[in-house]
């Protein structure tokens, strides 16, 4: 074999142009911007180039035969234009999975999406009028119908609901919060931080454990403007505790004549204890037992779109409308869209919990959920790949800050490589192109079949198929 040395190597790298010049670069010129495929070029001349500056000795095997540049080319290209928003397996049975996207909205509601995206409509139009209309107007009467509040508004998400609740209720006042739920939620959502950007003064009464109705009353001075409660959804005090409940927060806010808010993070409009989770109070429960103004987030337990609802009192909510925050956080068609057509699924609870992905995967009975696993099981074994794999007994969680001390029982597929670290399954399978995410666990691949779907398994079995071969 004869080897060349670096100075022949380097003449026979192809310029830019003469790359440019070739059939099949040509074709990819029609489909691809041109100065993203030039760049693509150099990036790969240049990678070969210093391929070529590191050979260490003068025998080496480099490939620049112009076909494979051109390969390497093309595949550069395709990583180039692809979408850095992209789809992901999500194998770890977290249902709200905060890095992964929280709520997954549901299929039916796509045509009706994909209308109000590339059609006009009557967004902010009164039809019967012929006039200017409101925006909002199109998910009161649903939100209405469902939690019997007086008014609602939306926003961009629940950290901005707050944010403007405070600055419209509270401004230049105080308001009332027990120290046990000064809560930060994401690592980004601080209740005391949120307050100091309203323009707010944070009272913050009892202790973190315990918290009585006198320690309230006695903080309530001329200053104050609000009572807050927050529903503390992602950690939980055990012990010795004590809270005041919302409806005596209300006799109490009733008799000095200022509101009471709850925050309560996931919102929901079903009593989910009915379906095996532990009991989360309900949109409907807050208000019922007087709860002024009630806020929670569109795309936790709810299973919508990213937003930020507000519920309660017309007198309020008419004055949260009229704040130029409002403008500033106001959500676009598509949230509104996605929004409406899933609370309307709501008014019917069985459909519900059938059609929305984050209650159909909350509420999977465990018998399903190990069909779901042996279906995964028996096609991974077709593939006689070099690895233990067995269906076991795992443990999902809700995620997203809801529910933090609840596990749920599942169902898992558990790989164990017999020539490979798992480690490195893991990792090839996340860089591989179905992306899947998935958790190690005492050096077992472990898919969590809950939050998988079953149109996925055959990527999985693909990639498997690759990896193995
Ligand atoms: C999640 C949460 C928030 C923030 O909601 P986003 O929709 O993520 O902005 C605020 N308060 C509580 C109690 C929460 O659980």
Redesign the pocket.
């Known amino acids: 074999m004869i080897y060349l040395n670096k100075r022949e190597l380097f003449s026979k790298l192809p310029s830019v142009d003469e790359v440019l010049n070739q059939e099949d670069i040509k074709n990819t010129l029609e489909e691809y911007p041109r100065n993203l495929v030039i760049e693509c070029i150099r990036k790969v001349i240049d990678r070969k180039r210093k391929e070529i500056i590191d050979i260490k000795d003068d025998k080496n095997n480099i490939n620049l035969d112009l076909n494979n540049i051109i390969k390497d080319i093309k595949n550069e290209i395709n990583i180039s234009y692809a979408l850095s928003l992209k789809k992901v397996i999500n194998a770890t049975g977290t249902v709200l999975h905060t890095n992964l996207g929280r709520s997954l909205l549901s299929e039916s509601i796509k045509e009706e999406l994909w209308n109000s995206a590339s059609r006009y409509s009557n967004l902010e139009y009164n039809i019967e009028k012929g006039q200017r209309g409101s925006r909002y107007d199109h998910l009161a009467d649903t939100i209405k119908r469902l939690t019997n509040a007086e008014d609602v508004l939306v926003v961009?998400?629940?950290?901005?609901?707050?944010l403007l609740v405070l600055s419209t209720l509270a401004k230049d006042g105080e308001v009332i919060v027990s120290r046990g739920e000064l809560?930060e939620?994401?690592g980004s959502?601080r209740?005391p931080s949120i307050m100091e950007l309203s323009g707010t003064k944070l009272l913050e009464v009892g202790a973190t454990n315990k918290t009585h109705l006198k320690d309230y009353e006695e903080a309530i001075s001329e200053d104050t403007k609000a009572i807050m409660k927050?529903?503390?959804?992602?950690y939980r005090i055990l012990g010795f505790t004590e809270s005041v409940d919302i409806d005596e927060l209300s006799i109490l806010s009733k008799k000095h004549n200022i509101p009471v808010i709850e925050?309560?993070?996931?919102g929901v409009f079903i009593d989910l204890s009915k379906y095996g989770l532990s009991y989360e109070p309900t949109v409907l429960d807050s208000l019922r037992k007087g709860a002024d103004i009630v806020?929670f987030?569109?795309?936790?337990m709810l299973g919508g779109p990213?937003?930020?609802i507000i519920v309660g009192k017309k007198e309020y909510i008419d004055k949260m409308k009229k704040n130029q925050l409002t403008r500033a956080l106001r959500v676009d068609k598509l949230t509104i869209c996605a929004l409406e057509s899933t609370l309307r699924t709501y008014l019917d609870e069985e459909k519900a919990i059938k059609e929305i992905p984050t209650l159909r995967m909350l509420t999977y009975k465990i018998d399903e959920l190990e069909e779901k696993a042996n279906d995964l099981l028996n096609k991974i074994k077709e593939l006689k790949i070099d690895a233990k794999v067995c269906v076991e007994d795992g443990l999902s969680q809700v995620g997203?800050?809801?529910m933090p001390l609840e596990t749920i029982k599942s169902k898992v597929v558990a790989i164990t490589p017999n020539n490979m670290n798992v480690s490195t399954l893991e990792r090839r399978l996340r860089l591989s192109n179905a992306h899947i995410i998935a958790r190690v666990y005492e050096n077992k691949y472990i898919l969590d079949v809950r939050t998988i779907f079953e149109d996925e398994y055959d990527l999985i079995i693909n990639e498997l198929k690759n990896i193995f071969k």
Do not use: M
Not at 230 to 234: A, E, G, M, P
Not at 297 to 300: A, V
């Open positions: 961009n998400n629940n950290a901005a609901a707050v809560v939620v994401g959502f209740i927050v529903h503390t959804s992602n925050d309560l993070g996931s806020t987030s569109g795309d936790k990213q937003a930020g997203g800050g809801s």
